[in-house]
């Protein structure tokens, strides 16, 4: 099997992953906002969406068109999406490159989603890294809650 064909499960994700292909149920949707873009000044459509699979569940980030291809309780593979963390919650996101396809005939047979596992309840902090050109940014690692630990057993979050 190739790497396009290999399918991870929802509570295997975790921030900075790319090129993520996931089976997903969509189990509902938020409200439609329109948001002002940082770059272009354009007005965007924004909405998020809860999926999820037998593992776990996400909020899956939808920009303009992608919106009315996500709806409650329909089955969608998921190609080339990636995670990022937004207000210290993990998302998923489908980008330019990324494609929602329905997948109609496994609605019926698709498991229960576990909505108690859901990843983007669980809080994450953005790390501040040193730049070379002397200040302080926003790095691309996070590290995760308060409880992860090292193989020694002791806590292995530092402050920056």
């Known amino acids: ?29 938020n409200e439609e906002r329109e948001v002002v873009s940082k770059n272009t000044g354009d007005n965007l459509r924004l909405n998020e969406a809860l999926i999820g699979d037998v593992s776990g569940s996400i909020l899956l980030t939808l920009w303009n068109d992608d919106i009315e291809k996500v709806q409650p309780e329909h089955v969608y593979k998921l190609n080339n999406s990636y995670t990022t963390v937004f207000k210290g919650s993990l998302r998923l996101n489908i980008g330019r490159n990324g494609t929602v396809e329905e997948l109609p005939e496994e609605v019926e047979g698709f498991p229960e989603v576990d909505e108690v596992n859901n990843l983007s309840d669980k809080i994450y902090e953005e790390r501040q890294s040193f730049r070379s050109y002397g200040g302080y940014g926003n ?3 996070f590290s995760r809650n ?7 057993g002791r806590n292995n979050r530092r402050k920056y």
């Open 139 to 141: 790095s691309r690692s």
């Open 1 to 29: 099997m190739n790497k396009a064909e290999e399918f991870r499960n929802v509570s295997e994700l975790r921030p900075g992953l790319k090129g993520l292909n996931l089976k997903v149920k969509c189990l509902s949707k």
């Open 146 to 152: 308060y409880d992860q630990k090292n193989d020694t």
